[in-house]
């Protein structure tokens, strides 16, 4: 599988260039994406942040720079920007009125069922769904990224486990060796069950616990940006349950 990351029209202003401007690049892409959409093989991954906040827009930009209809191009999103650094801060949503439009947005999206066919929306809808039906207690759930899982690492080409994909074993999250995998610890991070806000929180079960390796402001705006983003898909979810629908909604609902 081969994942894309690109932010729409936001990916010059909050990733410095887009190699759909490059005719090299924009051609790669291109047949990339012709050779390996017929095997689902490809799909391209968003970031959504204060400036850049609608997955309808930015399905439907990537979509025309490839030549291919919005709706059968393969979205997922990491949801909006958790703020690793200074970057990620200045992107997240300082305010409640900015908060509030994207709610409107994300809310509208969902109810008109534009971004119902996001891969990992439908995942997590899928997967709250469940847990009503299941009522699966939170202390049985994963950190959102997963990497507190015994069987998943991540690793550099020098060998070195880190915290999670997006360090570096400069920035202090070198957590061992391939080389003796027996003495890797995951000290490096703060999981969801230790934070009490978490255990307060009306969705823990679409968050996750967002970011386990953030503390401080980072961590605090980090929560606030995931709690905005699960309350706008825990209303939708309450919606579809409730069958708050049109005939046309109801036809792609029955896909989830």
């Known amino acids: 599988m081969v994942t894309v990351s690109?932010?729409?029209?936001?990916?010059?202003?909050?990733r410095g260039s887009d190699p759909f401007d490059h005719p090299v690049g924009a051609s790669a892409l291109r047949r990339l994406y012709a050779a390996l959409r017929?095997?689902?093989?490809?799909?391209?991954?968003?970031?959504?942040?204060?400036?850049?906040?609608?997955?309808?827009?930015?399905?439907?930009?990537?979509a025309?720079?490839?030549?291919?209809?919005?709706?059968?191009?393969?979205?997922?999103?990491?949801e909006l920007v958790l703020p690793y650094e200074e970057t990620g801060m200045d992107l997240s949503f300082r305010s409640k009125a900015e908060s509030q439009i994207f709610k409107q947005v994300f809310v509208k999206e969902l109810a008109d069922g534009s971004v119902l066919g996001?891969?990992?929306i439908r995942e997590k809808l899928q997967d709250f769904f469940l847990s009503l039906a299941k009522g699966r207690p939170s202390?049985?759930?994963?950190?959102r990224c997963g990497m507190d899982r015994e069987?998943?690492?991540?690793?550099?080409?020098?060998?070195?486990?880190?915290?999670c994909q997006n360090t570096a074993a400069a920035d202090g999250h070198a957590i061992g060796h391939v080389s003796d995998l027996g003495n890797v610890r995951?000290?490096?991070?703060?999981?969801?069950?230790?934070?009490?806000?978490?255990?307060?929180?009306?969705?823990?079960q679409l968050c996750k616990g967002a970011c386990m390796r953030l503390e401080g402001e980072q961590w605090r705006q980090a929560c606030r940006n995931s709690f905005v983003y699960n309350m706008a898909l825990l209303k939708s979810a309450i919606s579809l349950l409730a069958?708050?629908?049109?005939?046309?909604?109801?036809?792609q609902i029955a896909s989830l």
């Open 6 to 14: 690109h932010d729409g029209p936001g990916q010059i202003a909050n």
């Open 38 to 62: 017929p095997l689902g093989l490809v799909n391209f991954n968003c970031v959504l942040a204060k400036n850049n906040i609608s997955l309808a827009a930015i399905r439907s930009h990537i």
């Open 64 to 78: 025309e720079r490839l030549g291919c209809r919005s709706e059968e191009l393969p979205l997922a999103t990491e």
């Open 118 to 120: 996001v891969l990992n």
């Open 139 to 143: 202390h049985a759930l994963a950190q």
């Open 151 to 163: 069987d998943t690492l991540a690793v550099d080409l020098h060998g070195n486990v880190l915290t």
């Open 186 to 204: 995951l000290d490096t991070v703060r999981h969801w069950l230790t934070r009490n806000e978490c255990h307060r929180c009306p969705v823990i």
């Open 243 to 251: 069958g708050f629908r049109s005939g046309e909604e109801k036809k």
